[in-house]
């Protein structure tokens, strides 16, 4: 018996987890936690932390600033963080997370959510089409 106890325990062992799995989570843009480059065409004038956009490396002449919602410690020590972003040649404006929260966040679902429901509606106007296709129709 012992023989026994001691083959399953070195069996199990042995084995990888069963139940063990990779796990991820992943935060869109306008949804709160999200940190990244934002959109700013069409929105309410951002909330900024600093009046100057910040600049690690030289930007060519003409290039337009970007936008980006980050850490409050990212936008502390960005030369640190800036490579994160793929924003260290960008001027970079860094928005207040309370404004991207209350003024784009939502914004941005309600623009989302009217062009996914156009598609879905779309996308319905043929399912009462019973074409000739290879389903699984009465009369296949």
Same mark, same amino acid.
């Given at each position: ?13 042995? #084995? ?11 935060? #869109? ?14 929105? &309410? &004038?951002?909330?900024?932390? %600093?009046?100057?956009? @910040? ?15 980050? &850490? ?8 640190? %963080? ?10 970079? %404006?860094?928005? /207040?997370?309370?404004? %991207? ?16 429901? /156009? @598609? ?17 129709? /009465?009369?296949?």
């Amino acid at each position: 018996m012992k023989l026994f106890l001691i083959m399953v325990l070195l069996a199990a062992a042995a #084995s990888p987890p069963a139940l063990a799995a990779d796990v991820g989570v992943s935060v #869109s843009i306008g949804q709160p936690g999200f940190y990244g480059r934002l959109d700013y065409g069409g929105y &309410p &004038p951002p909330q900024l932390i %600093y009046r100057q956009p @910040r600049m690690i490396q030289h930007v060519p002449v003409g290039r337009p600033p970007i936008y980006l919602n980050v &850490p409050p410690s990212h936008s502390r020590n960005w030369g640190r %963080y800036c490579g994160r972003y793929n924003a260290c040649d960008e001027r970079v %404006y860094f928005v /207040r997370n309370n404004w %991207y929260e209350r003024e784009y966040a939502p914004r941005y679902q309600q623009r989302n959510n009217q062009r996914g429901e /156009r @598609r879905d509606d779309q996308r319905n106007d043929h399912q009462g089409n019973n074409g000739n296709g290879n389903g699984r129709g /009465r009369n296949h």
